[in-house]
């Protein structure tokens, strides 16, 4: 796909706004997505962590012409009132009426369990939080392949913030994971939604004597590739494609900046 050029007297200005504090791979990959297909085009990108102020500044002139970002309700305000162009990549957004560019959690799920039936595995199981609707596309995934060839699931779920709130949480969900673990008859497949949590149930079934690789497989979830590939044992990990999800993005911003309206539905 080629970017598409509209003659204008100026560049367009192009705010971002993606959660790029931590260095995350799938962060990272969507605004070089988006950021190849911005100079091809040559826009005049800004990455704004104070973008919603900067649309409801109340100046005269809307500092941008379009805007990518996790969409917030407050971002899709102001967005909104200022009548400029938004896009949204964050697939838990809480804002669900603006135009997005989502990556394909479902497929995901569907791919991994491919994978694990392809390696004989006969018990499966699945890690990952409570109440996020990525979560639930992948689990539904993955179910339903394995549904399809006459397999169950069982899956484990907790909260998205357990962990880093406190000691006590942290405790619970360790405690979590041996019980779900003491569960399990290996050998057995493990999807797991977020290559960290990887690690952390890896060091559980090691406290239990399970072999990794062997009794257990574990297929991790946005190839961060650091985690993956140490320490041992390097995690197997699904890729989503999130360069090409900030690509597609930066694509459908400039036809709603051309003046095209809005899709009907997630690309």
């Not at 962060?27 to 649309?55: H, K, R, T």
């Not at 006969?122 to 397999?151: A, C, H, P, S, T």
């Not at 690789?213 to 390097?234: W, Y």
């Not at 995690?235 to 494609?241: A, E, K, P, Q, R």
Request: overall charge neutral; proline content about 7%; aromatic content about 8%.
């Amino acid at each position: 796909m080629k970017a598409r050029r509209k003659k204008r007297s100026k560049p367009p200005r192009v705010g971002i706004w993606l959660d790029l504090d931590w260095g995350l791979k799938r962060e990272m990959d969507v605004y070089a997505g988006f950021q190849s297909y911005a100079d091809g085009a040559g826009w005049v990108c800004s990455i704004d962590p104070a973008i919603e102020d900067s649309l409801a500044s109340g100046s005269k002139e809307i500092p941008y012409d379009g805007v990518l970002a996790r969409v917030t309700p407050g971002i899709a305000e102001v967005a909104g009132k200022s009548g400029t162009p938004l896009v949204n990549v964050w697939l838990n957004s809480p804002v669900k009426e603006v135009p997005s560019v989502l990556a394909d959690h479902e497929a995901s799920g569907a791919m991994a369990a491919e994978h694990l039936l392809g390696r004989g595995f006969r018990e499966f199981g699945y890690l990952g939080f409570l109440r996020l609707e990525d979560i639930r596309r992948q689990l539904r995934g993955f179910r339903g392949v394995l549904k399809r060839e006459g397999f169950r699931c069982s899956a484990h779920r907790f909260p998205h913030r357990q962990i880093a709130v406190s000691a006590p949480g942290w405790r619970k969900f360790v405690k979590g994971l041996h019980e779900w673990v003491d569960t399990w008859k290996p050998p057995i497949g493990i999807l797991v939604c977020d290559d960290l949590y990887c690690r952390f149930l890896i060091d559980v079934c090691r406290s239990k004597g399970l072999s990794i690789p062997g009794e257990l497989a574990i297929v991790g979830s946005e190839n961060e590739t650091i985690m993956c590939e140490s320490p041992a044992p390097s995690l197997t990990s699904i890729d989503m494609g999130h360069a090409q999800q900030g690509y597609r993005a930066a694509a459908l911003l400039e036809r709603l900046m051309d003046g095209e309206a809005p899709p009907v539905e997630p690309d």
